[in-house]
């Protein structure tokens, strides 16, 4: 398990430490206290992927395509 800080890492990150949490608590070859620490883990790996998931489609929801589906640009987003 990583110390950095879930809200620092990328999509990729999150994701490639989520699968490790994931792999450690299918095993159960860890302690009781291990195995709530890795859960309380993934847990915020998984809000942070479902966070940058979302970000990623805004994103790609706000491009604009002419008639031909050129992209053309990108829509303002709202409240920013």
Same mark, same amino acid.
């Given at each position: 398990? =990583?110390?950095?800080?879930?809200?620092?890492? =990328?999509? *990729? %990150?999150a994701?490639?430490e989520?699968? %490790?949490?994931? $792999? %450690?608590?299918e095993? @159960? +070859? #860890?302690a009781?206290? *291990? =195995? !709530?620490?890795?859960?309380?883990? $993934?847990a915020?790996?998984?809000?942070?992927c *479902?966070t /940058?998931?979302?970000?990623a &489609?805004e /994103? #790609?929801?706000? !491009?604009?395509?002419? =008639? +031909?589906?050129?992209?053309? @640009?990108l829509k303002? #987003? &709202? $409240?920013?």
């Amino acid at each position: 398990m =990583s110390d950095t800080d879930v809200n620092e890492m =990328s999509f *990729e %990150q999150a994701m490639a430490e989520l699968e %490790q949490v994931l $792999g %450690q608590l299918e095993r @159960g +070859d #860890v302690a009781l206290d *291990e =195995s !709530i620490a890795l859960y309380e883990r $993934g847990a915020l790996l998984k809000k942070r992927c *479902e966070t /940058k998931l979302n970000e990623a &489609e805004e /994103k #790609v929801a706000a !491009i604009t395509t002419d =008639s +031909d589906g050129n992209p053309t @640009g990108l829509k303002p #987003v &709202e $409240g920013l």
